[in-house]
C-alpha cells in the first residue's frame, strides 16, 4: 500500500471475506453499507464506537428525506425528529436587533419543504441498526489498527476488538467513512488544512431554551456577532442544542478560561441570544474543535474510496455536513457496485463519483467562505426574490445542489450582486478580506 509500512500478508491470495469493507459507522458508512448490502453485495461495517454515542451537527437538510426514503427509514426519522421548515436569521447592527425567517417552501423545487432536527446518538444508532437490518454485517467496537494489503484487486485489514483480540479480514474493495479520524487520508498523507477556510467551535446542550411559537418552533436560529456565529437547534426532547463558531484568534483570546465559561461569556456579548439563554441550564460539558476545514488530496485510489467527511469537511453553517456525507455514499455507492460487477474502468466510473461530488461541495463552500462578510450578511438578512434569487439561495440552503433545478442563473445574479455591493462598501468589504486571510493563515485555534 503507497505510503504505508505494513506488509502484504500471504493470505492475500485467498478468497476475500467480503465484497466491500466499510470502516466507520457514521451517516456516510452507514448509508453506503446499506445501499450495497441492498445490491446483494456482502459488507462488513467496522465501527471504532459502540452507538448510541454523542456527536454534533443535529440539523438536517430537506434533501435529505429522499435519501431517507431510499434507505427506508424516513418514518422513523419522523419519529425521533423535531420538524424544521425554516432558518431564522439573527443579526444587530447599530443596537438594533434585526430577526428574519426563511422557509424551505420558498425554494425553486419544494417537493420535500421540510427537515428535521435529530439527537445524532439517536439518529446514527437508527441508520447503523437500518444497515444491519439491510444484511450488513456490523462490528462495533472495535478498531482497524493497520491496513496489511491494499491494492485494485482487493484489501486487509488488521483488526482490534474492545477486549484486546486480534483478527483480520478481507474484502475486494475498500471504504473508508471514518469520519474526522480519516484513517486513509492521514495513513497516506493526503490531508491538508484548507487555506481557504479556518475557524473554530464550542458547542453543548442545554435544556430551558425558550422556542419560538407555531410552525416556527423547530427553526434552526443562527445568529451572528462580531467574531462569528452562533447556532441554536431545538431537539424533540426539549435539549437544545447551542454552538459557535468563531474566528481562530477569537478563541486564543480565552487564555486559561475553561470551555464551558469562554462559551458562556462569549453567549453574554451577543445581544441577540443573551436574552433567550437567560435561564438556559447547560446540561454536558462544553466541548471545543479547532482548525476542524480540511480536505484530501484524493478521494479514491485503486481499490478504495473516501466517503463523507473521511474525505473533507469544511464548516456546519449551513448544516450541510451530514447531507454531504449521506449524498457522497448514496453516488458512491453506485460507483463501487458497478466496479465490482466489472463494468467499464474503475477510475473513470470514481472520477464520475468524484466530479459530482465536488460540484456541490463547490456550490455550498462559495456561500459558506463568506457567511461571516458584512455583505452576505446584510443580503441574508435583507433578501429579495427578483428574478427568483432567493428561491434559488433556498434551494442551496435545503441541499438542493445535485438535481436539475435551473439554480445556475440566479446564483449567479446573487454573485454579482454581492460583488457590487462589496465594491460600494469597499472599506469594510477590504477590513474583512484582511481578517479572513489572517485567520486562515493561523494554524494552532485551540
Not at 456577532?225 to 474566528?247: Q, R
Not at 445581544?271 to 435561564?279: A, Y
Not at 478521494?299 to 466517503?307: C, E, I, N, Q, S
Request: proline residues 4%; aromatic residues 10%; charged residues 25%.
Amino acid at each position: 500500500m503507497n505510503g504505508m509500512t505494513e506488509t502484504q500478508s500471504s493470505e492475500s491470495t485467498l478468497a476475500p471475506d467480503f465484497d466491500v469493507l466499510v470502516i466507520g459507522g457514521g451517516p456516510a458508512g452507514a448509508t453506503i453499507s446499506t445501499l450495497l448490502a441492498k445490491r446483494g453485495r456482502r459488507v462488513v461495517l467496522i465501527e471504532k464506537e459502540q452507538h448510541p454515542r454523542f456527536h454534533v451537527g443535529e440539523s438536517l437538510l430537506p434533501m435529505n428525506m429522499p435519501l431517507f426514503e431510499e434507505l427506508g427509514v424516513a418514518d422513523e426519522v419522523a419519529g425521533i425528529g423535531m420538524r424544521k421548515d425554516g432558518i431564522d436569521f439573527y443579526a444587530n447592527k447599530e443596537g438594533k436587533t434585526k430577526h428574519t425567517t426563511i422557509y424551505f417552501d420558498e425554494a425553486m423545487d419544494n417537493t420535500y419543504p421540510h427537515a428535521y432536527q435529530v439527537r445524532r446518538s439517536e439518529f446514527d444508532e437508527l441508520l447503523l441498526s437500518n444497515a444491519g437490518r439491510s444484511g450488513v454485517e456490523v462490528r462495533q467496537q472495535t478498531r482497524v489498527t493497520s491496513m496489511n494489503r491494499l491494492e485494485a484487486d482487493g484489501c486487509q485489514a488488521a483488526l482490534e476488538d474492545i477486549e484486546g483480540r486480534e483478527s483480520t479480514v478481507s474484502a475486494r474493495f475498500l471504504i473508508d467513512a471514518s469520519g474526522r479520524d480519516a484513517f486513509l487520508s492521514r495513513r497516506l498523507k493526503l490531508m491538508r488544512r484548507n487555506p481557504d477556510h479556518n475557524a473554530a467551535a464550542l458547542f453543548g446542550h442545554f435544556r430551558n431554551v425558550p422556542r419560538p411559537e407555531g410552525r416556527d418552533e423547530g427553526n434552526i436560529g443562527l445568529h451572528w456577532f462580531e467574531h462569528g456565529w452562533f447556532w441554536v437547534i431545538p431537539l424533540k426532547d426539549g435539549v437544545t442544542s447551542v454552538g459557535v463558531v468563531c474566528w481562530p484568534e477569537y478563541l486564543k483570546t480565552r487564555g486559561d478560561m475553561s470551555l464551558d465559561d469562554f462559551l458562556h461569556q462569549t453567549i453574554a456579548s451577543s445581544p441577540t441570544l443573551s436574552p433567550i439563554m437567560e435561564s438556559a441550564e447547560q446540561m454536558v460539558e462544553i466541548q471545543g474543535t479547532g482548525n476542524y476545514s480540511y480536505w484530501s488530496d484524493r478521494l479514491y485510489g485503486d481499490g478504495y474510496l473516501l466517503a463523507g467527511d473521511a474525505f473533507a469537511f469544511v464548516d456546519p453553517v449551513f448544516s450541510s455536513g451530514v447531507f454531504l456525507a449521506m449524498k457522497s455514499a448514496e453516488s458512491g455507492a453506485k460507483a463501487v457496485d458497478a466496479i465490482l460487477n466489472g463494468a467499464g474502468d474503475a477510475n473513470a466510473l470514481l472520477a464520475l463519483h468524484e466530479r459530482y461530488l465536488l460540484r456541490g461541495i463547490r456550490t455550498v463552500t462559495w456561500f459558506i467562505y463568506r457567511f461571516n462578510s458584512p455583505t452576505m450578511r446584510h443580503l441574508f438578512m435583507n433578501p429579495s426574490d427578483k428574478f427568483r434569487i432567493k428561491a434559488a439561495v433556498v434551494s442551496i440552503l435545503a441541499g438542493d445542489i445535485y438535481s436539475h433545478t435551473p439554480i445556475g442563473f440566479p446564483v449567479f445574479l446573487f454573485k454579482l450582486i454581492y460583488a457590487f455591493h462589496n465594491l460600494t462598501n469597499w472599506r469594510t468589504s477590504l477590513a474583512f478580506a484582511f481578517r479572513r486571510r489572517r485567520n486562515n493563515r493561523m494554524t494552532d485555534s485551540t
